[in-house]
Each structure stands twice: as C-alpha cells, then as structure tokens.
C-alpha cells in the first residue's frame, strides 16, 4: 500500500474491522502515527500492516480502554475511520476508545515490519509501584512523546526531568507503565512543541489507591491506569 495524500484514495480505504496497535505522539516533532492492522473482508483482502500518520499535529485526543482493545483484536477493534484531507485530521471510532488528531498532512503508508514489533521496541515495561513515585516532582519539565500500545499493554512518557529544582540541567528520561488499562490524553500539540523555558509540565498527581497517575501539561492533560510504572534514565 503507498502513501495515501488524496480524499479520493482515502474513501476506499477500509477501516472497520481492522486492528489498532499502537499511537506514538512526538510534541518536539509535532507527528502522530498510528500502526494499524487492515484489510478488506468485503473482498477477501488479508489484513496488512499500515501507518496513519499526521504531520504537523495541532491537536491530539486518545481514550482507550486496553482490556477492550485486546478483547477484540482478533476480531477487529476499529469499528470506524474518519480522514478529511483538506483539514488535516483523521478520527478512528474504536471497540474501547477514540483517537483523533489534526495538523498539516495525513498519510497512509505500508508498513515491511509486524506493528506489534515496532511498538515494542518503543517501551520499556515499568517494574515499580505507584508509592515509589509519589514524591517525584515532574514540575518544570519538559515533555517530549507518549506512546500507547494496547498490544503490549504499556505505555510511556519521555521527558526532559529536572532533578533539582528550575534551576538544575534537564536530564532525559522515560515513565514507563505496564499492566495498563486505560489512558486518557487530551493535549495542545502546537503550545506544548513551542520554546518553554520552565518545562511544559505543571504538575503530576498520583492516586496510588487507583494506580492512577494524572499528568497537567500547559496545554491538556494525560490520566493512566496502570499496574506498575518506573522511572528510567536515558
């Protein structure tokens, strides 16, 4: 399957009944892209794998519930898809949730890989509890991507993390979750790409009852429901 640039391809494209794997939004980057799993039962066509990508992402929105994701994989958890090319946005209805983005350019493409595999090498699974968390101040930081995968059950956070205070250098890391169960985001992606000199971060609350953690950027916010979740240094 090539790149798809024209509303006229798009209207041929089957959405229903494919299998969302995974999103990876980069805010520095201002890209979502979406692995997706398609074909066309209507005329015997095997699912492939694809990429739905949205350059010059503004706006960002996800909810997904993974047990219900996984539930229905085999079977197809795309219920439908949505691509205006002429505004830049696509919206995929989904059997546990919604995704939809809008920017500058929205394109198709095959993809030579398994879209589990390329979503795997993404995300380091977490191993700690939600209590050894509770007192990390991600004030100031600066966040960089999010990575959703309902096939592997994680999910991740890059940051630039000051230590020590707004003073201190940022130091990369990655706030890896595993076990997850739903992730809810809501974000500004143009504000949140832009120069922020005290971090796009406002602050982070961790409900460790719920093993819940919910993120306030400058512009949106990003809740997840987890098993676990650990810090690691890039």
Not at 85 to 93: E, F, M
Not at 98 to 106: C, I, K, Q, T, Y
Not at 182 to 189: F, G, H, N, Q, R
Request: glycine content about 10%; hydrophobic content about 40%; some cysteine.
């Amino acid at each position: 399957m090539s790149d798809v640039t024209c509303q006229e391809r798009f209207d041929d494209v089957e959405f229903h009944d494919g299998v969302f794997n995974s999103v990876f939004l980069s805010i520095v980057e201002r890209t979502c892209e979406i692995d997706l799993s398609l074909g066309d039962y209507k005329v015997g066509r095997a699912r492939s794998a694809c990429s739905l990508s949205c350059a010059g992402t503004e706006e960002f929105f996800g909810r997904f519930g993974f047990e219900e994701l996984a539930d229905n994989a085999s079977s197809g958890n795309i219920q439908d898809g949505r691509v205006d090319v002429s505004r830049g946005s696509l919206r995929l209805y989904l059997a546990g949730g919604l995704v939809e983005a809008a920017g500058r350019d929205v394109r198709l493409a095959a993809l030579p890989w398994p879209t589990d595999a390329a979503g795997t090498s993404r995300v380091r699974a977490g191993r700690g509890g939600f209590k050894k968390i509770e007192g990390v101040e991600f004030d100031f930081s600066y966040l960089e991507s999010i990575h959703f995968s309902p096939v592997t059950g994680t999910c991740s956070m890059k940051l630039l993390m000051r230590r020590g205070g707004i003073a201190s250098d940022a130091q990369p890391v990655m706030v890896a979750f595993s076990g997850v169960t739903s992730c809810i985001a809501k974000l500004d992606v143009a504000a949140l790409s832009g120069e922020h000199r005290f971090g796009n971060v406002r602050s982070c609350i961790v409900h460790r009852k719920q093993n819940m953690i919910r993120m306030y950027v400058s512009d949106g916010f990003i809740e997840v429901v987890a098993a676990r979740v650990s810090i690691v240094e890039q």
